[in-house]
């Protein structure tokens, strides 16, 4: 996917993409302070907001196989089962009910598949969240700190979930995450943001461990003492 | 023989003013205002959501002047209607039943319209992105954006009905209170004043106010239901 010489005006806030390439069936992370971007930059890829100018180039990817689960999740005011399901229904494929039943269990929702998905917690909804964007297959998935509440342990299910299923079939990731070393696990490649702008990408180790660019190695110094 | 005291007063009360009479008439009324109502306003506050056009602003505006307008003026606009040499006097509606509903058609739809429009403008940004993510074609969307407002279609309805049978003043001014004909439970409490007769009038008036509570517990409910959305 290359995003060439995109841009989008929010108020002051001005997001200019020169040249970005992402490889298709690689896990790509998405980095830089809060406020720069990244959430404005996914939005344009998954099609809910249009962009000012420039071109995205899907490489053959069509709207429906895109998805992107956002910071806060959107819950019907349906059951959790309901929730899982829906993407299925908009498709009118019947719901296979034991993969049903093994993605609830994987988020541990299986004995609250009938309760009303917006009482659920936000580590609950955002692990919702995360298996209704994937059980209908897309070939792009961008996930926007969607798996920022979780806890350790079950941040490192989702993420042996992510690699088992890319390792089977695999498909393009966008993560959005603050969570440096839960990216540094994941991810093939990082990209940095700042003020609007890309300045930098790079392998996860390039970027993360040893970063030639000076704002990215004071951007990851910063969390590092945080989170490492 | 207080037992025999105590029902031909009733008798007395209920054919005197024609009680029973007016709570059919209330209920008759409001049910069609209240089904035409919101069938409209649901209509129309989804439509004004989704439409797009210069002066947009104007039209939400005066669609809440009319949700705060006096019935009174309502009523009396649609009398000018409806009268005989109105445009509207072939219909012969003045001093029936379909007369009221008319005018309380056009008091009660504003204000659905109104509250469907206003929660729809909430919550249309995120249905929206996420009917888009999730590979919604358009017409799921609507739908979807209809679904997740089912319990303040619900409210809306129910507001509805409370303005619909507490109304006097349209009703009275169309269907000129009218003895088992065209006289409401609320225009029944008025003529009833007017005549001295405070009984009947209170006791009237209490099955408005329980009915009313009824309504407001539903109103409730549905609330309730709606709650965990305002603090996310
Ligand atoms: N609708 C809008 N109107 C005005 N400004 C906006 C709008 N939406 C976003 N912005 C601004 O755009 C900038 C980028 O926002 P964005 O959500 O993309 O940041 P982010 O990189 O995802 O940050 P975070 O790490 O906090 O999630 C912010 O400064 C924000 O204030
Ligand atoms: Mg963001």
């Known amino acids: 996917m290359r995003m060439i010489e995109l841009e989008k005006k929010l108020g002051d806030f001005h997001l200019q993409i020169r040249d970005l390439y992402l490889a298709p069936g690689r896990i790509h992370g998405l980095i830089g302070p809060n406020g720069c971007g990244k959430t404005t930059l996914c939005r344009l890829l998954a099609g809910t907001l249009i962009a000012d100018a420039g071109s995205i180039d899907y490489e053959g990817l069509k709207p429906r196989d895109i998805t992107m689960t956002a910071q806060k999740p959107y819950m019907l005011h349906d059951s959790v089962y309901k929730n899982l399901v829906y993407p299925l229904r908009l498709r009118g494929i019947r719901p296979d009910e034991t993969r049903v039943e093994q993605w609830l269990a994987r988020c541990g929702l299986a004995d609250k598949r009938k309760q009303s998905a917006r009482s659920l917690s936000s580590g609950e909804q955002q692990k919702l969240s995360f298996a209704r964007a994937l059980i209908f297959d897309p070939q792009l998935v961008i996930v926007d700190e969607t798996l920022s509440n979780l806890d350790p342990d079950s941040t490192r299910l989702f993420e042996g979930w992510m690699l088992e299923r890319q390792a089977t079939r695999s498909i393009t990731w966008i993560l959005i995450s603050h969570q440096l070393p839960h990216l540094f696990r994941v991810c093939d490649e990082i990209h940095f943001l700042e003020k609007g702008r890309h300045l930098a990408s790079g392998t996860a180790e390039q970027m993360l461990l040893h970063p030639a660019n000076d704002a990215v190695r004071r951007f990851v110094a910063e969390q590092s003492v945080q989170s490492w | ?232």
């Open chain 2, 1 to 232: 023989m207080a037992d025999r005291l105590f029902s031909g007063f009733f008798s007395d009360f209920f054919s005197m003013v024609g009680v029973t009479d007016s709570i059919r008439v209330t209920l008759v009324m409001s049910f069609w205002s209240v089904l035409i109502s919101s069938v409209l306003g649901v209509l129309l506050g989804l439509l004004l959501q989704r439409a797009q056009f210069a002066g947009k602003r104007i039209v939400v505006r005066l669609n809440r002047t009319l949700m705060a307008a006096p019935p009174v003026v309502i009523g009396l606009f649609s009398y000018m209607l409806l009268r005989n040499k109105g445009p509207l006097g072939m219909l012969e509606w003045v001093f029936t039943i379909q007369g009221m509903v008319f005018a309380q058609v056009l008091i009660i739809t504003p204000l659905i319209c109104g509250l469907i429009h206003s929660y729809a403008e909430r919550i249309a940004p995120a249905v929206y992105a996420f009917a888009k993510t999730m590979g919604a074609t358009e017409r799921q969307t609507r739908w979807l954006l209809l679904r997740e407002m089912k319990n303040e279609v619900y409210f809306a309805v129910v507001t509805g009905y409370g303005r619909s049978i507490s109304e006097v003043g349209a009703v009275f001014l169309i269907g000129g209170n009218i003895k088992n004909s065209t006289r409401t439970m609320t225009t029944t409490i008025s003529a009833l004043k007017s005549a001295g007769d405070f009984e009947a009038g209170i006791f009237l008036g209490v099955l408005l106010m329980i009915m009313a509570f009824i309504i407001q517990c539903l109103a409730d409910h549905f609330r309730k239901e709606d709650t965990p959305d305002e603090d996310d």
